[in-house]
């Protein structure tokens, strides 16, 4: 009889009942409804973002881990093993609830006013409405602090005067599908989040074509020229830089889990592969070599969940820390790429290929890397933390 990588440590026993119905039900969902079309979506970057938004929202994964105004108010762990099943689907699939729940409309029940969290995040809930979040810039993506993106007051000194929004976001994930963009920029008492409904005039979002990773993922640039929003457009409790970083804390949570699920599919399908192809006379996995490679990832593999659900159960009890997020993102995504990569080798030719999801898991990973704070980025936090210097700049 043979054993799965993460049954080898009995990681299910960690999670709860309800927890493990709910990302059952996930699995079954990736399985039956996604993993037959990836390729394709990702082959055509073609994904059909609104659909699978409305059946998001019918599972309840939109926003599931906040409370009230129609979200599932689960568990963190419960989003978190979430985001697992969906990774073993595919990153952008994956990047559209992170995105949604963690970014977007975070932002609006973290930071927002009781008028705006009534008129958005219902509808986000349901995926009636998708929402993107616009902080990076052409030129300020690890140093966000430094955007030019700028919010001007049009009748300073008068409590209802108009914001007036101008400046460009790059790399923004779902930014020409959304209905509602959370934008940060720079104003006179530093940065502050808007609540950009997109057909504002002046509002544009252009597709960035051409990715070689998250192709099954929509990536935009927002340019905003002159964007006229009402004094309640602002998100009220967001000051300074503090208000994205909160939310990115929350998206970078849910890759500690996703790119485990990335992982796991690696190896899952290389387990299989090698079970089957036989080379030299013999079966590939019967060869030691083969046998070392598979263990080695098996163990980072399990040794990533047992981190993943430790930070679950900080972030379920209140007292999780930034931090310790970064471990997660730093460590798990570094090692999920590693095991794409690796298992790759074990398919050979047949490994660069779209029938199986190696090259693609190992493609997104590189975007993975990238967002939610760079590996390096989490370095420097973590080496702060450490000797409270910052190495910054
Ligand atoms: C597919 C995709 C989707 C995305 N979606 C969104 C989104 O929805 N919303 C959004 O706002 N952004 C989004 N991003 C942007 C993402 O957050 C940025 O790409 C990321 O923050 C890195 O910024 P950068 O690409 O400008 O790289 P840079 O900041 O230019 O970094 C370049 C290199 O320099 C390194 N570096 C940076 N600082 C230091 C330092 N102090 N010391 C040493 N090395 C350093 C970095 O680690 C990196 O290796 C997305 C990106 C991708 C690829």
Request: hydrophobic content about 40%.
């Amino acid at each position: 009889m043979t054993r799965t990588p993460l049954s080898l440590l009995d990681t299910d026993s960690l999670i709860g009942d309800d927890d493990r119905a709910m990302r059952d039900t996930v699995r079954s969902f990736v399985e039956e409804r996604l993993k037959p079309e990836i390729a394709g979506w990702y082959e055509n970057a073609d994904v059909p973002v609104r659909d699978l938004a409305l059946e998001f929202g019918k599972l309840g994964l939109l926003g599931m881990h906040l409370e009230g105004y129609g979200c599932a108010g689960t568990s963190a762990t419960a989003y978190g093993l979430a985001c697992l099943e969906l990774e073993a689907g595919d990153s952008g699939l994956r990047s559209i609830v992170s995105v949604q729940g963690s970014l977007a409309m975070y932002a609006i029940w973290k930071h927002g006013s009781d008028a705006q969290k009534d008129e958005w995040l219902p509808r986000m809930a349901t995926g009636e409405a998708i929402g993107c979040f616009g902080l990076t810039e052409p030129d300020f993506g690890s140093n966000p602090g430094g955007m030019r993106t700028r919010a001007r007051l049009d009748a300073p000194g008068n409590p209802q005067s108009d914001w007036v929004l101008t400046g460009n976001k790059m790399w923004i994930t779902n930014g020409t599908v959304a209905d509602v963009a959370v934008v940060w920029a720079r104003a006179e008492d530093g940065v502050r989040g808007f609540v950009v409904p997109t057909d504002t005039p002046g509002f544009t979002a252009t597709e960035i074509k051409h990715k070689m990773s998250l192709r099954a993922s929509v990536t935009a640039e927002l340019s905003l020229d002159e964007v006229r929003l009402p004094a309640s457009a602002m998100l009220p409790e967001a000051r300074g830089l503090s208000g994205p970083l909160s939310c990115l804390t929350e998206a970078r949570f849910g890759i500690v889990f996703g790119s485990l699920g990335a992982a796991r599919d690696c190896l899952e399908t290389t387990i299989a592969y090698a079970a089957e192809r036989e080379i030299f006379d013999r079966r590939l996995s019967s060869y030691q070599l083969t046998q070392a490679k598979l263990a080695d990832m098996s163990v980072e593999l399990g040794k990533g969940m047992l981190l993943a659900l430790h930070l679950g159960r900080l972030k379920d009890e209140g007292r999780l820390p930034a931090e310790a997020v970064s471990i997660g993102k730093l460590n798990n995504t570094r090692e999920a790429i590693a095991i794409a990569r690796e298992c790759r080798t074990i398919l050979g030719a047949a490994g660069i290929t779209l029938e199986y999801p190696l090259m693609r898991h190992a493609n997104n990973l590189e975007s993975v890397l990238t967002y939610e704070g760079t590996s390096e980025v989490h370095q420097l936090v973590i080496g702060q933390a450490l000797t409270g210097e910052s190495a910054f700049r």
